[in-house]
């Protein structure tokens, strides 16, 4: 059975690190590319980050190029999205999917997200 989990979310502060974890079961990441969304309060959920299973290519959103960086670790069987300079602006839910590799026109989209994770919370305060 597919599952990922999320972990990693927390409370920082303005110019402050995260590292968030994404770990994968019931496939390896050679099987499915995983992106990272985040919904923030009354707002829509976007895609933030994206890992291809095919290639390993990673995508970004606009907003947080040169801050986010996302990676995988094949023996973990864990991929990670290390977030620096956390502005408030950064604060939502954060959640990874998984699901196939897909070509999309979408920036940062690389997947169809088929699995969710329940989410982890990231505060920024100022």
């Known amino acids: 059975q597919v599952h990922v989990v999320e972990s990693g979310g927390g409370l920082v502060q303005r110019g402050g690190s995260l590292r968030l974890s994404c770990a994968a079961s019931?496939?390896?990441?050679?099987?499915?590319?995983i992106g990272w969304f985040r919904q923030a309060p009354g707002k829509e959920r976007e895609v933030v980050s994206c890992?291809?299973?095919?290639?390993?290519?990673?995508s970004y959103t606009n907003s947080v190029k040169g801050r986010f960086t996302i990676s995988r670790d094949n023996a973990k069987n864990t991929v990670y999205l290390q977030m620096d300079n956390l502005t408030p602006e950064d604060t939502a839910v954060y959640y990874c999917?998984?699901?196939?590799?897909?070509?999309?026109?979408?920036?940062?989209?690389?997947?169809?997200?088929?699995?969710w994770g329940q989410g982890t919370q990231v505060t920024v305060s100022s």
């Open positions: 999917a998984a699901g196939p590799d897909v070509f999309t026109t979408v920036q940062a989209l690389c997947l169809l997200p088929n699995y």
């Open positions: 019931g496939f390896t990441l050679d099987m499915y590319s």
């Open positions: 890992i291809s299973s095919h290639d390993g290519r990673e």
